[in-house]
Nanobody, 119 residues
Framework: QVQLVESGGGLVQAGGSLRLSCAAS????????MAWFRQAAGREREFVGR????????YYAASVKGRFTISRDNAKNTVYLQMNSLKPEDTAVYYC????????????WGQGTQVTVSS
């Protein structure tokens, strides 16, 4: 069983920055691919980005590439999402998720953290 807890959301003005954290339980965090998703009100959940087990590879949605950065600290069982140059359209609930089998299916999800970007 893996538990994921996001934090760091809040209200920020357009152009500002936030860093989200996702703390994971368990001793095998370094064996999971981790990802971030988001869901805006009235819209479907969308992929934001993904990071490999040791953090050497990252992948981003086109909408956030160049503005968002995913990183991880396996010693702290934590994955981060650094969000810069935020836009009102980035407003959403942000979720982290764990892919245990590297098959692009996500076995565990956090509860989400709200990010609101004001114009």
């Amino acid at each position: 069983q893996v538990q994921l807890v996001e934090s760091g959301g809040g209200l920020v003005q357009a152009g500002g920055s936030l860093r989200l954290s996702c703390a994971a339980s368990g001793r095998t965090f370094s064996s999971y691919y981790m990802a971030w998703f988001r869901q805006a009100a009235g819209r479907e959940r969308e992929f934001v980005g993904r990071i490999s087990r040791r953090g050497g590879e990252t992948y981003y949605a086109a909408s956030v590439k160049g503005r968002f950065t995913i990183s991880r600290d396996n010693a702290k069982n934590t994955v981060y999402l650094q969000m810069n140059s935020l836009k009102p359209e980035d407003t959403a609930v942000y979720y982290c998720a764990a892919d245990l089998l590297e098959d692009y299916t996500y076995d565990y999800w956090g509860q989400g953290t709200q990010v609101t970007v004001s114009s």
